[in-house]
C-alpha cells in the first residue's frame, strides 16, 4: 500500500508549487501513471480523496489521471513500439531483449491553481 506515500508526496509538491506561486487554490491536477509503475490506480484515487481534506491548497482539487502505456526501444532490431497489455517482446522482431523507455513511473504533469 505506497500509494498513501505517494499520495502524501504529491500532495507535498502540490503545496510547495501553490506557495511558490502564489496561489490560494488548487483546482485540478494531473499525473501521468506508468503501465509498470506499480501504482494501483483506484486505491491511489481514494488515498487522494481522504488526504486532500487535510491540505491547505487541495481540498477542492479535481484528481486528473492519464495512464501511460509502456513503451520499450528493442536492443536487437532497434524498433521503438508500445508494448500491449500482457506482452512482452518487440512487435517487429519478437525479441525479449528490450529497454523500457517510458511507462514505469508517475509524473506530476500539471496544475490550475487560483
Known sequence: MHELSIVESLIDLCEENALANN????????????????VEVDLFKRCFETFKENS?????????IE?????????????????????????KCES????????EDLHLMRLVME
Request: hydrophobic share 40%; net charge positive.
Open 96 to 103: 525479449i531483449e528490450y529497454k523500457i523507455t517510458q511507462g
Open 56 to 64: 491547505q491548497f487541495c481540498k477542492n482539487a479535481k484528481l486528473l
Open 67 to 91: 495512464l501511460a502505456p509502456l513503451e520499450i526501444l528493442c536492443l536487437k532490431c532497434s524498433q521503438n513500439s508500445i508494448l500491449e497489455q500482457n506482452v512482452f517482446k518487440c512487435p
Open 23 to 38: 496561489a490560494k487554490d488548487i483546482q485540478e491536477i494531473y499525473v501521468n501513471i506508468g503501465r509498470l509503475s506499480g
